[in-house]
């Protein structure tokens, strides 16, 4: 035990890496995402061609992959992230992105068509009856798989450790190479610390869909 | 088949045989320095010791690494090559094995100790530092090879670093949870480290400009040297001494005994020159260094 | 809402000439970027053939080793599916258990393998199951990592199907006298697994790509056989292949995901025109039934 408070200041960086990683690439990626459903379901056909070719190549491609360009493969048309967390940020928000816009186009095929037709009757154009009326509907049927989406990508910030990131599972690889004795110990604080942060947001979500259900 | 200079140059100076072939990575398929090792026919062990197991079993199951050039590579056929996995060989020769007969698995750095402890492999030769923290949970038979950390950076090195004390204020790359990056955190802190999960990364980071240093053993580096000598160069001062040894489950002394014999027996007969000269020694094009004292603590 | 075609008008002359034009536009936009992407690789010499025909030259052995390696990456997550599904239909039937001893215990199960990182699990797999007498390969580590993980998923996804059946399917089979276990075998199961059929792709889909994660194990897949043959090559050559290696690697990823993604929708447009489940496809379901759209994507 004395083990893990000698390391404390370790694991808890670790920790708030790993949470503003989720948290900041979570935020990007429902935007990213939002837009890319809206263009999914848009009258023009060029809009929806791309957003749909986005959404199976990334979702197609292992995280790791796209990490690895990001990071090595853009310098070869002269890009470059300011910093590896930036880059770990951009990797996640544009894989998650297209699992969101999949969550959010099946919400919106959720809404009734009658909404969207007295949404067209009285008048309001496409971007006024989907932002206004459909959006916030969907919204709401789509918390749990949303809610799954920012489980998924909780997790899935582990990748960023082997991309010079120092996250939880970075801490987890440097205490355990430095401990072997100790391993178990290490393993038992780190999935605990991922279980404060998935756990807490499923309970989180769960309220959230009882509170906002649509009751038809 | 048409080869551009550069290539042609890496090639022999790795000494690569250029046969005919339609690619310039097809050669490399030919880069095969065999070292057969003479196996031991008739080799008897006592009942009971772990040689008698491994012989009777006719498989000797080594963890070993797959990215390290030199010591441990897979080659374009997945199989590894390198002094470690010729240290494997000769220790599988005198317990009568044929090298066909050892199975390779890769060790990740994280995972070396417990792959001993839960008896999935027999021994360990992976770039494995024989330290005091290490010699707690398992035993090391060695050391086989004395390595020490040293310093690579961009040709030319533009940064002037000459050792570790240069490295303050500069961003210096290795490994999360080695050796190196710990001492680099403990003794050097005004280093910026930048850590991933192999060194090749840290060599894409190095030739991007992203990074002004890597660390790490110098065998290791002079590996990764070897493939690009016009864009890394290594500052050649090592300054730490790592100990190579091969690890084995804690308590089989007899084991450690075995190994610790043959591999004394292979400085003697010239086996483990000829080990080195056919794959870290045709990298460095160095000889082989005086041979380690083995440390049968 | 299907098709969302609701949302718009069908464009007259006006405002098709404006869409026109502004997919042109955005078209031009985007080939113009891809244009400035590959000009750049090509002045980084990115495109060299040389460099790309290491993907096909059998005298490199890449393009054997790549397919071996993709051989099993599939045999991974083949068992890993099988197992994951058959698993993953038992929990959720467990989870909707009418005895608590037995809903509870399920509840915990499922809830815990879905929230610990799959990187950890499978190195705990492989680094701790020894330890109590289970011996596991690299294989069978990646394989019982990919189906804790994935089973507990679909555990969800099934549940959510079972529950979006119509509730009279379930009241009609005990009108017949069926027992709560043929119900949920022979009624309510297949119904949700047919209507789940294209979430249940999606998240094989993450399995094949998590398979990736077996690097952490030293199991040979797909990705860390590619990484492989990068750091074998760049000890001969420098950077020379890195790019084309990955490249290589992800468009195999991608052509073997698109292919199943495809088949799915094959397997789901045969069974849409069989009558006997036209009741229970996907468009029938009345307006979102929150458990039903409440686990649409599976996770990623």
Known sequence: MSFLVDNFTLLRDGFLTTLSLALLSGLLALLLGTVLAAMRVSPVLALRGLATFYVEAFRNTPLTVIFFFLVFGIVYIDLQFPTKFVAAVAALSLYTAAFVCEAVRSGINSVSTGQAEAARALGLDFRQSLTTIVLPQAFRTVIPPLGNVWIALAKNTSIAAGFAVTDLTAVLSRLANANGDQILAVFAAVVAAYLIITLSSAWGFSVLERKLAIVR | MRISTRYAAVALAVGAVLTGCSSEAGEAANDAAENTVAVETDATFAAGTTMARIADAGELRVGTKIDQPGFGLANAEGTPEGFDVEMAKIIAAKLGLSEDQIVFQETVSANREPFIQNDQVDIVVATYTINDKRKEIVDFAGPYYVAGQDIMVAKGNPEGITGPDDLAGKTVCSVEGSTPAENIRTNYPQAQLVLYDVYSKCADDLRNGNVQAVTTDNVILTGLVAGSPDQLELVGAPFTEEPYGIGLKKGDDDFRTFINDTLEESFEDGSWEQAWDSTAGAITGEPAPATPTIDRY | ?300
């Open chain 3, 1 to 300: 809402m299907n098709g969302a075609r609701v949302l718009f008008d069908v464009p007259g002359p006006r405002a098709r000439r404006r869409q026109r034009i502004g997919s042109i536009l955005g078209a031009l936009l985007v080939l113009g970027l891809v244009a400035l992407a590959l000009w750049r690789l090509g002045s980084n010499q990115q495109l060299d053939p040389n460099r790309w025909s290491i993907l096909f030259d059998p005298a490199s052995n890449v393009p054997q080793r790549l397919l071996a390696a993709l051989v099993d990456t599939l045999q991974v997550a083949a068992v890993g599916m099988v197992a994951s599904v058959v698993l993953g239909a038992l929990l959720a039937v467990g989870r909707l258990s009418d005895h608590w001893w037995l809903r509870v215990p399920v509840t915990v199960v499922i809830e815990f393998f879905r929230a610990v990182p799959l990187l950890v699990l499978i190195l705990f797999c492989f680094l701790y199951l020894p330890k109590v007498g289970i011996s596991t390969s690299p294989f069978g580590a990646l394989a019982l990592g990919l189906t804790l993980y994935n089973m507990s998923v679909l555990a969800e996804i099934f549940r959510a199907g079972i529950n979006s059946v119509d509730r009279g399917q379930a009241e009609a089979a005990y009108g017949l006298g069926m027992r709560k276990w043929q119900v949920m075998s022979f009624i309510l199961v297949p119904q949700a697994v047919r209507r789940m059929l294209p979430v249940l792709v999606a998240q094989l889909v993450v399995l094949l790509k998590d398979s990736s994660l077996g690097f952490i194990i030293g199991y040979m897949e797909l990705l860390r056989t590619a990484r492989s043959l990068v750091e074998y090559f760049n000890s001969l050559y420098g950077d020379t292949y890195t790019f084309q290696l990955y490249v290589g690697a992800a468009l195999m990823y991608i052509l073997v995901n698109v292919l199943l993604s495809q088949l799915a929708k094959l397997v789901e447009r045969r069974t849409a025109q069989n009558v006997k489940t036209t009741g229970t496809a996907p468009l029938d379901v009345p307006g979102g039934v929150p458990a039903l759209t409440g686990q649409v994507t599976g996770t990623v």
